[in-house]
């Protein structure tokens, strides 16, 4: 059975005019019956709480075998180092300049069984969520979703590359997910 587990949970802090002061993004393993999988392995920040969970949860770092990239914003990709001999995935229009990523340029993509990679640009233009089929539907949503509010006030993130994409992307999510994983927070319910 697929299980998902969160390693640490990222934050967004802000400055009083609006600007990012802070920002680490929430790392998530994913475990099927054939893979180990990272998504999002955050900022150097986070590594000692990313370790700490891997111990706690009796996985081994060198087990991971895939890395998802939801986009190649440094929050989300300064620890992509702890994973060397993983394949990388990433969308198309993101950094070129990580050594044998695989770069995605479908809408959908199947990665594994009950995992499928899916392109929710808006944010930026290389953004995609995973789908995670296992206890409830998950959705690994990076910043398409990077705060909850976004999902409750149906707004898009406050930086994006287009807001139509960016609320097309949250209603694609909504529409499959049970539960939300944000880029920067708590999981939630989507019904709560």
């Given at each position: 059975?697929?299980?998902?587990?969160?390693?640490?949970?990222?934050?967004?802090?802000?400055?009083?005019?609006?600007?990012?002061?802070?920002?680490?993004?929430?790392?998530?393993?994913?475990?099927?019956?054939?893979?180990?999988?990272?998504?999002?392995?955050?900022?150097?920040?986070?590594?000692?709480?990313?370790?700490?969970?891997?111990?706690?949860?009796?996985?081994?770092?060198?087990?991971?075998?895939?890395?998802?990239?939801?986009?190649?914003?440094?929050?989300?990709?300064?620890?992509?180092?702890?994973?060397?001999?993983?394949?990388?995935?990433?969308?198309?229009?993101?950094?070129?300049?990580?050594?044998?990523?695989?770069?995605?340029?479908?809408?959908?993509?199947?990665?594994?069984?009950?995992?499928?990679?899916?392109?929710?640009?808006?944010?930026?233009?290389?953004?995609?969520?995973?789908?995670?089929?296992?206890?409830?539907?998950?959705?690994?949503?990076?910043?398409?979703?990077?705060?909850?509010?976004?999902?409750?006030?149906?707004?898009?993130?406050?930086?994006?590359?287009?807001?139509?994409?960016?609320?097309?992307?949250?209603?694609?999510?909504?529409?499959?997910?049970?539960?939300?994983i944000p880029g920067h927070g708590f999981p939630f319910m989507k019904d709560q």
């Amino acid at each position: 059975m697929t299980q998902l587990d969160i390693l640490a949970v990222g934050n967004l802090l802000r400055n009083e005019d609006g600007s990012i002061a802070q920002a680490d993004s929430t790392c998530v393993l994913i475990r099927t019956p054939d893979h180990t999988i990272v998504v999002d392995p955050s900022t150097k920040y986070m590594k000692p709480a990313v370790k700490t969970s891997f111990k706690q949860i009796g996985v081994f770092v060198k087990d991971v075998d895939m890395v998802v990239l939801t986009h190649t914003h440094s929050d989300h990709i300064e620890n992509l180092d702890m994973y060397p001999k993983a394949k990388v995935y990433v969308h198309k229009g993101g950094k070129t300049d990580i050594p044998g990523a695989i770069v995605i340029d479908k809408d959908e993509y199947d990665l594994c069984e009950g995992v499928k990679l899916v392109y929710t640009p808006g944010h930026c233009t290389e953004e995609m969520s995973v789908f995670v089929k296992a206890d409830r539907k998950y959705v690994v949503a990076g910043d398409a979703i990077p705060l909850e509010d976004n999902f409750l006030k149906n707004v898009p993130p406050a930086i994006n590359t287009d807001t139509r994409l960016a609320l097309e992307s949250i209603k694609k999510i909504t529409e499959y997910a049970d539960v939300i994983i944000p880029g920067h927070g708590f999981p939630f319910m989507k019904d709560q």
